[in-house]
């Protein structure tokens, strides 16, 4: 088997695709517009021509290809449905698609946060753990469970999704609609729309000067930027979305006994700003007897984790995927 395998990231806004060597990690990667607004026929032509680029590099062809999606993934990991910021795609079937265009042995779809946290079980923050749960904090709020570094994948392929975990059942609501999620607070528009409501109590707040007045402009990026120069109000709505997220952990761990968190994804850039209130309150949250070791660790690889991750969906498969 070749010790080389594609990895594709697949965003509502930009598809990334890598390839990767299986010991030393990305030796050439790629990053263009999704275009998804045009469809998926034409979202599938464009990860096609992707994928055929990474495979010309390979010096002695590929092992398989492995692709991270956002939506819901078939329990056969071939097919995505209702992916979020992909107008038009009911279910596709990416598996068939590259695999008849591309002629490789295997093509592994599997949902985007599982591959994060794949990658980051053999390649970043989770290697030193056999079991961890991850957490990406972006656009939305994604979670998997890694145990035994393979993901747990629950009965149909849809365990992990951490950030529909309630907090508050009267709470903000979701993009999945469920109340008081903790994506409801921490999903990058949710957390900029606290932070512009509770600014009123901070007139003198730097972050005013930070968006030249203009508040539609704040994000989770001008909170930290506010941290870092000692600001009350960036320190203060980071704590505040620290303090959510080591709640909502704590329900996690108290279900599952995992006691390691590993937290990527683009809102984790503000490091301990936002991790370490999540690390006293996880604390509080988690019963008794499962509050040793306690571990809540930053993923600092960003979007490489997850073509990691994607080509080790390809590298583990024992066998090419079913069609």
Same mark, same amino acid.
């Given at each position: 088997?070749?010790?080389? *395998? ?75 449905? =209702? ?16 695999? /008849?265009?591309?002629?490789? &042995? ?11 946290? $794949? ?56 993009? /999945? ?14 957390? /900029? ?32 930027? *506010? ?23 704590? *329900?996690?761990?108290?279900?599952? =006994? ?18 370490? &209130? !999540?690390?006293? !309150? ?7 007897? $499962? ?18 991750? *994607? ?8 066998? &090419?995927?079913?069609?």
């Amino acid at each position: 088997m070749s010790t080389y *395998a594609i990895g594709i990231d697949l965003g509502g806004t930009n598809l990334k695709a890598a390839l990767v060597e299986q010991e030393r990690g990305v030796r050439e990667h790629i990053e263009r517009p999704t275009e998804a607004d045009e469809g998926p026929e034409h979202v599938v032509e464009r990860l096609i021509d992707a994928a055929r680029e990474m495979k010309r590099q390979a010096p002695d062809g590929v092992a398989g290809i492995g692709i991270g999606s956002p939506g819901a993934i078939n329990w056969d990991r071939t097919t995505v449905s =209702d992916p979020p910021n992909l107008p038009g795609w009911t279910s596709v079937n990416l598996h068939d698609a590259l695999q /008849s265009a591309l002629n490789v &042995p295997v093509v592994v779809v599997e949902n985007d946060a599982n591959v994060a946290g $794949l990658g980051s079980a053999h390649y970043g923050a989770g290697t030193p753990y056999d079991d961890f749960i991850m957490i990406t904090l972006g656009t939305g709020v994604g979670g998997a469970i890694i145990y035994q570094n393979q993901i747990f994948r629950g009965s149909s392929g849809g365990a992990g999704e951490i950030g529909h975990l309630t907090i508050d059942y009267e709470g903000a609501y979701a993009n /999945s609609g469920v109340a008081g999620a903790l994506e409801g607070y921490l999903g990058q528009s949710f957390l /900029s729309e606290h932070a512009r409501a509770r600014l009123v109590n901070y007139p003198d707040s730097c972050i005013y000067d930070l968006v030249d007045g203009d508040l539609s402009a704040l994000t989770p990026r001008t909170l930290y930027e *506010a941290a870092t120069r000692d600001d009350e109000a960036g320190i203060d709505l980071l704590a505040w979305a620290g303090h959510k997220l080591g709640c909502g952990l704590g *329900a996690a761990v108290n279900l599952l =006994d995992i006691r390691t968190v590993v937290v990527g994804g683009g809102v984790s850039a503000a490091g301990d700003y936002i991790l370490e &209130p !999540a690390r006293k !309150a996880l604390a509080h949250y988690v019963v008794p007897a $499962l509050r040793d070791d306690l571990v809540i660790a930053r993923e600092t690889m960003g979007n490489e984790v997850s073509l990691l991750g *994607a080509a080790r969906l390809a590298f583990d498969a024992d066998e &090419p995927s079913p069609s």
